[in-house]
């Protein structure tokens, strides 16, 4: 009865840590986009964007690869 709690608990601490691993680098990466194209360096806020999508999805797939383990 209480492995149950248990494991449940483990499941919602590890979705937790992959959420917060995904989206704090997407939230801090957008604020740093947004300054550089405000100040007008377009230029270099269209290349951060396109190296944060590269990021997202690479983090999208380690959190992929991390709940699979954690289901096994």
Same mark, same amino acid.
Do not use: W
């Given at each position: 009865?209480?492995?149950?709690? +248990?494991?449940?608990? +483990?499941?919602?601490?590890?979705?937790? +840590?992959?959420?917060?691993? +995904?989206?704090?680098?997407?939230?801090?990466?957008?604020?740093?986009?947004?300054?550089?194209?405000?100040?007008?360096?377009?230029?270099?806020?269209?290349?951060?964007?396109?190296?944060?999508?590269?990021?997202?999805?690479?983090?999208?797939?380690?959190?992929?690869?991390?709940?699979?383990?954690?289901?096994?």
């Amino acid at each position: 009865m209480v492995m149950k709690y +248990v494991l449940l608990t +483990v499941l919602i601490a590890a979705a937790t +840590v992959v959420a917060v691993v +995904v989206f704090s680098r997407a939230v801090g990466g957008g604020f740093v986009t947004s300054a550089r194209a405000v100040t007008g360096n377009h230029s270099e806020a269209a290349q951060m964007h396109a190296r944060q999508q590269s990021d997202r999805s690479a983090d999208a797939q380690k959190a992929q690869a991390y709940s699979d383990s954690m289901s096994k």
